[in-house]
């Protein structure tokens, strides 16, 4: 069995649409790392605003994971909308703060009043976006796979990470006190979302891999770029063998797909 990691959507179904019908993909099973919703219509360079469907995106997600048991983790743009439905006025206003308002008008939600949003969120027809989030798990694990949204803290064991560091965290799990990646400790590879690569050093076809030197176990930063104004933000899918070699790629930017498979893939 293979598995296939896809990395923040950010409310592009299009995109999303194209990337499932990636061969890599047909005989894998899906584990998507969080961040559904949210996103912006701009990218850099371009005139026309990129699509953006939060509930369609919801809905291919919810009948994956229905219909082939494939895991959807939540990420942190996950938890806002989770939070402030059971009423969390913090989760709220930082959710406003990072593209809620226009979520919202998305949703059919024409107030950003934080009881109309939380009542709204309760009632059909998002009621079941809000049940099925609610349910999300923060890791997937086997005994060589490691995923999550963000990272994780190097100072605890895997049975004792902090729910905030799970969804949130960024450059203490990326960097060692030196700026150089950090060490991977926990045995397992590693894949995650949360952090745009376009933000990071040696990102390459839409990933970043990290290995402290040829002997650390990697991990993978799988987040492309969806819908965060990039000119080349995309949706990223890596493919992994049971252990953590690399099977396959695939990106999609713009409904296009730029496949890569594993003999082409750099180490």
């Known amino acids: 069995m293979t598995y296939t990691f896809i ?11 194209v990337l499932l019908q990636a061969p890599a993909l047909q005989d894998s099973r899906l584990i998507f790392l969080g961040d559904y919703i949210d996103g912006s219509g701009s990218r850099s360079g371009a005139i026309e605003p ?17 219909q082939h048991q494939d895991i959807a983790l939540l990420g ?22 990072n593209g809620g308002a226009k979520s919202w008008r998305r949703l059919g939600i024409h107030s950003s009043n934080s009881q109309v ?7 059909s027809p998002l009621v079941k976006y809000t049940r099925f989030l609610a349910e999300l798990p923060l890791t997937w694990s086997t005994d060589h796979l490691l995923a999550v949204h963000a990272g994780i803290d190097w100072d605890y064991p895997l ?8 969804l949130w965290i960024r450059d203490p799990y990326y960097f060692d006190t030196d700026k150089s990646w950090h060490r991977n400790s926990t045995g397992k590879v590693i894949v995650t979302g949360h952090t745009p690569v376009q933000t990071m050093p040696h990102a ?3 990933c970043v891999k990290m290995q402290a030197d040829a002997q650390d176990i990697p991990r993978y930063l799988i987040d ?8 080349n933000g995309g949706i990223f899918a890596l493919t992994l063998s049971a ?8 990106w999609v930017i713009n409904q296009k797909l730029f496949p890569q498979l594993s003999n082409q893939v750099q180490h």
């Open 117 to 123: 949003v939380t009542v709204a969120l309760n009632r």
């Open 243 to 250: 252990t953590g070699a690399v099977v396959a790629q695939n």
């Open 204 to 206: 390459n076809y839409g």
């Open 76 to 97: 942190n743009h996950d938890d806002f909308w989770r939070q402030t439905a059971r009423g969390d006025e913090l989760s709220f206003q930082t959710w406003r703060l």
């Open 50 to 66: 990129a699509p953006l469907d939060t509930l369609a995106v919801l809905d291919i997600v919810m009948d994956r994971v229905k």
């Open 7 to 17: 990395g923040d959507i950010h409310s592009a179904a299009a995109d999303l649409a």
């Open 159 to 166: 049975d004792r990470q902090v729910r905030d560091d799970l």
């Open 224 to 231: 492309a770029g969806s819908r965060s104004g990039a000119a």
